[in-house]
């Protein structure tokens, strides 16, 4: 992962987004392999925001509420974001489950006690990875604290998510190469 990420905000100032929402299970396809999401696209956080999927743009990070994503296991709820070219999610704070799965799909979840009120839509969005602070372009004066990933969770985001890490280890062990 770089040692800093940029981007324009998306911002989604609601709390208790359940995967449900972020991703409804009724608009996913339900035969054939649909890698993109295409047919759920126009439907994610449609309950919220309808046309989002018109919005975001590769490169954009979101600012979300509090308790995001909270509710059932839902792998879309992660892989929407990555399919849209999302660097990463800054929360209010993000529910447990939903963190987890973000990270194990190489989304960097940044948590930063009222973040909702600390960026407006169209914002640029400045995350400093070595320094582990954030801060809004407008305002580059007041940077904002935000708790270090743990090593094991930066060599997860380094190699673009848990199954990504796993392979290079095993192919590592076998000998083999992954390029």
Request: proline share 5%; hydrophobic share 40%.
């Amino acid at each position: 992962m770089q040692d800093s990420i940029r981007g324009r905000v998306i911002k989604m100032p609601f709390d208790d987004v359940s995967t449900d929402v972020i991703a409804p299970n009724r608009y996913r396809a339900t035969s054939g392999e649909d890698r993109e999401l295409t047919a759920l696209r126009p439907w994610i956080m449609g309950a919220l925001r309808p046309g989002l999927n018109d919005v975001v743009k590769p490169g954009d990070v979101f600012v979300v509420g509090r308790n995001f994503g909270l509710g059932s296991h839902r792998e879309t709820a992660v892989r929407i974001f990555k399919i849209w070219g999302v660097q990463a999610i800054v929360a209010d704070s993000a529910a447990r489950l939903w963190f987890r799965n973000a990270i194990a799909g190489g989304l960097p979840v940044f948590q930063l006690k009222d973040a909702t009120k600390l960026f407006e839509e169209g914002d640029q969005i400045e995350i400093d990875l070595k320094r582990w602070c954030i801060k809004n372009a407008k305002n580059t004066a007041a940077e904002h604290r935000i708790s270090p990933f743990p090593p094991t969770v930066m060599s997860i985001l380094d190699e673009g998510g848990i199954m990504q890490l796993l392979k290079k280890r095993s192919d590592a062990e076998l000998g083999t190469s992954t390029a």
